[in-house]
């Protein structure tokens, strides 16, 4: 079992700052990528922000050059620091690992419970 957790997630004013963490324990070997997706009322999941086990990084347009995502190797999380949040920007936020659970074996998806970000004044 792997398990995903996230913390952060809040009420903010429009223009706020607000950092959101994920831990990923459990049966891990070894972590290929990490990432970050959010879902508004009425609407899809979207891709937020990825980041590789090499340090390649991924935005969606919307919040390039707002939003930064990192991660820690060795802990297994992922940060995503949301700067100048708008309120489009309100959704539950999702972290997503894909990862080997044993040596050769296949990536699988993983997702945490999500987090909840509002963005109003």
């Known amino acids: 079992q792997v398990q995903l957790v996230e913390s952060g997630g809040a009420l903010v004013q429009p223009g706020g700052s607000l950092r959101l963490s994920c831990a990923a324990s459990?049966?891990?070997?070894?972590?290929?990528?990490m990432g970050w997706f959010r879902q508004a009322p009425g609407k899809q999941r979207d891709l937020v922000a990825t980041?590789?086990?090499?340090?390649?990084?991924n935005y969606a347009d919307a919040v390039r050059g707002r939003f930064t995502i990192s991660t820690d190797v060795a802990k297994n999380t992922v940060n995503l620091q949301m700067n100048d949040l708008k309120p489009e920007d309100t959704a539950v936020y999702y972290c997503?690992?894909?990862?080997?659970?044993?040596?050769?074996?296949?990536?699988?998806?993983?997702w945490g419970q999500g987090t909840q970000v509002t963005v109003s004044s």
């Open positions: 980041i590789t086990s090499g340090g390649r990084t």
């Open positions: 459990g049966n891990i070997f070894s972590i290929n990528a």
């Open positions: 997503q690992a894909v990862l080997q659970n044993m040596r050769a074996g296949p990536f699988r998806n993983y």
